[in-house]
């Protein structure tokens, strides 16, 4: 029984280039929540989304990232134009349901040079 | 929006002994409280939860307490092991429209002594 998966686990990029993260949900989770973790912090929420759907994406910055989650395929966070400061480590977690059970991912470490 | 606060930032204990972790929050409508463990390198792990019906939930040498008068609640470790050493987080949530992202605290070092 797979838990939540994310690739890549670590990825360098240097500034102006686009970053992809991708998690695949635990089976039987149709949803979805991506966090930002800087160093020496806690994780912050950064969007919430269900199949084909953003649900709230109240803690994405409002230039350069998106979020999908297609109807078939993984969940896809993007950065386009990384700048030194979006390095951080980025979790995925699933649930089964709103309000159930979060379970993480563990994590792509974005470096940006 | 919610805020949730963890203290002590950091805390060491003796193998054996019980070690526990505090948090507050702020949204009086907040009604889960998770706790996760995070080893060096890893994603956070769910290691117990407690939801606002009820004051207490034990799972063998884990326990959660919730206070939602004083809007606290606390993770209790007892017997403490070499293996507990790792960042422990809480985080809050509440049912504010569709929305059930977490809200964390940032975070207790937690070391255990052999």
């Known amino acids: 029984n797979a838990g939540v998966m994310q690739n890549p686990r670590h990825l360098v990029r240097r500034r102006g280039q686009e970053a992809r993260l991708r998690c695949s949900p635990m089976?039987?989770?149709?949803?979805v929540y991506w966090y930002r973790q800087l160093p020496e912090e806690g994780l912050k929420f950064m969007v919430y989304?269900?199949?084909?759907?953003?649900?709230?994406e109240s803690g994405m910055p409002k230039e350069r990232f998106s979020a999908e989650f297609p109807k078939e395929g993984p969940s896809i966070l993007r950065i386009q134009q990384v700048v030194r400061g979006d390095s951080a480590a980025y979790f995925c977690?699933?649930?089964?349901?709103?309000?159930?059970?979060?379970?993480f991912g563990p994590g792509t470490r974005l470096t940006v040079l | 929006g919610e805020n949730v606060e963890q203290h002590p930032s950091t805390l060491s204990v003796q193998e054996g002994d019980s070690a526990v972790i505090k948090c507050t929050y702020s949204?009086?409508?907040?009604?889960?409280f998770p706790w996760y463990k995070q080893e060096l390198g890893k994603g956070p792990q769910l290691i117990i939860d407690?939801?606002?019906?009820?004051g207490e939930k034990k799972d063998q040498r884990i326990a959660v307490t919730l206070n939602k008068t004083a809007k606290h609640f606390s993770l209790h470790i007892t017997e403490t092991q070499p293996e507990d050493s790792a960042v422990y987080f809480c985080?809050?949530?509440?049912?504010?429209?569709?929305?059930?992202?977490?809200?964390f605290g940032k975070g207790i070092t937690l070391s255990v002594r052999p």
């Open positions: 977690a699933s649930s089964r349901q709103a309000y159930n059970e979060q379970f």
């Open positions: 089976k039987g989770h149709s949803h």
């Open positions: 989304l269900q199949k084909e759907n953003i649900i709230d």
């Open positions: 949204d009086s409508a907040s009604n889960y």
């Open positions: 407690i939801r606002s019906n009820v």
């Open positions: 985080a809050a949530t509440g049912r504010t429209g569709a929305n059930s992202k977490l809200t």
